[in-house]
C-alpha cells in the first residue's frame, strides 16, 4: 500500500487537512485559554504537510491524467481551512480506481 504513490498522496491530503484541524483547536484555543503552547510544534507539523501536499500535487498530477483545472482547484484545497476534506471526498473514486489499477494482477 505505502508504495503506492496514489495511496500515499490520498493520505496526505488527509493528514494535512486534520493537521490544520489540530492547530486551529488545540494550538489556538489551548494558547488561549491555558498557558498550553502547542502552536509552534502543530504549525510546524502542518507547514511540512503543506509543503509535501503541493510537491505532491504537482508529482500525482500525470499518473492522474489532471489538467490544468484539477490541478489549479487541488492547490487551493490546500490552502482553504477544512477544502482538502472535500477535494478528498470528491476525488476518492478516482483515487480508490488508480490504486486498484497500480496494483499488481
Known sequence: MLANPVFRYRMLTLAEGWSFV???VFGSLLSRISDIDLVMPLG???GVLF???VLGTF???RRLDWGFGTTLVALV???IPLAPFFFHH???DEFLDAERAA???
Request: net charge positive; aromatic share 0%.
Open 22 to 24: 489540530l492547530l486551529l
Open 44 to 46: 510546524m507539523l502542518h
Open 51 to 53: 509543503v509535501l501536499l
Open 59 to 61: 508529482l500525482i498530477r
Open 77 to 79: 484545497c490546500s490552502v
Open 90 to 92: 470528491a476525488k476518492k
Open 103 to 105: 496494483q499488481p494482477a
